[in-house]
């Protein structure tokens, strides 16, 4: 049997079995909605506050709302993309009925290309839900993006600089958000300290001509130190933003069972085709190396 006639048989019992699992050959990632779309994510960035379960839907809107449940502090979901309008955003206990009262509320409007971060911010007593813009246009010539998000509560002020150099900036005060600087790319190790002696961090990180970043910095988790982490937003010019760790959003989250579905229909199909000896090769996922950044 030729390999033309194997590939056209391949490709039709694919078809069949697919569709007999009630599935079909689209790239879920791919947006279906029409027209100009932004880009929001969502953080809990208040120290003191307990998880939350955080919804997200449209204004004016009787579509049911995506929900990123259990969202503890330090954690920043993916960017979602989603069509232009105002959006809702709410904030209730982890674990508590969507009909109870939200703990906060705030509303995004989404302009078209625009990226924007909704985040819970201050201590628990003090608690507000902000919406951060985002500037994910890349750097100029061959340069990366970086800006310091502040969200310790055991340095209510602090300043970053380069390990053992100068320092990138100063002053930078709880539940608040730098500027971008543009930076030249590279390994480096970057210290946040607290003022008047307070706690200090260092984090690696290896950053990549023209992306855009976010270093968060948050309380550790035991004792009075602090936490730096480095989020790509954007990654390579022109791609579509990155964000953050992703929380597990209800309505975007993929089937677990849908590769183990898939997975089996390619065994029924490969079976069928007679094709034998087929191998599959498991790739390591690139671990994005960290750095530190460089002064201005």
């Not at 105002?86 to 109870?100: E, H, I, N």
């Not at 498991?282 to 950044?293: F, H, L, N, P």
């Amino acid at each position: 049997m030729s390999t033309h006639v194997i590939v056209r048989r391949v490709g039709a019992l694919a078809t069949l079995t697919l569709a007999a699992l009630g599935l079909s050959i689209v790239d879920p990632t791919v947006a279906t909605a029409a027209g100009p779309v932004g880009y929001v994510r969502l953080a809990h960035l208040s120290p003191d506050t307990p998880d939350v379960d955080v919804y997200l839907n449209t204004v004016g809107s009787s579509a049911a709302p995506k929900v990123f449940p259990g969202v503890g502090y330090g954690v920043v979901s993916t960017y979602l993309t989603v069509p232009t309008g105002t959006y809702a955003v709410a904030m209730r206990g982890a674990g508590a009925p969507a009909s109870d009262p939200p703990v906060l509320t705030t509303n995004v409007t989404v302009a078209a290309g625009k990226a924007y971060t909704v985040a819970g911010v201050g201590r628990h007593a003090d608690l507000g839900l902000r919406v951060i813009p985002d500037d994910l246009t890349p750097p100029s010539g061959s340069r990366s993006k970086v800006r310091i998000v502040q969200a310790s509560v055991h340095a209510p002020v602090l300043s970053a600089a380069i390990s053992g150099g100068n320092t990138i900036a100063s002053d930078i005060a709880f539940a608040t958000t730098t500027g971008y600087y543009e930076v030249t790319p590279g390994r480096w190790t970057l210290r946040v300290r607290g003022t008047n002696n307070g706690p200090t961090s260092t984090v690696s990180v290896h950053l990549q001509p023209g992306d855009v970043y976010s270093l968060l910095v948050l309380d550790a988790k035991s004792g009075g130190g602090l936490t730096a982490q480095l989020r790509v937003d954007a990654a390579m010019r022109g791609t579509m933003p990155n964000g953050g760790v992703p929380t597990g959003a209800g309505g975007t989250q993929r089937d677990p069972l849908t590769p183990v579905l898939l997975g089996a229909a390619l065994l029924v199909v490969l079976s069928a085709a007679g094709i034998t000896g087929y191998g599959m090769r498991r790739q390591r996922a690139r671990t994005r190396e960290v750095g530190r950044v460089p002064a201005r």
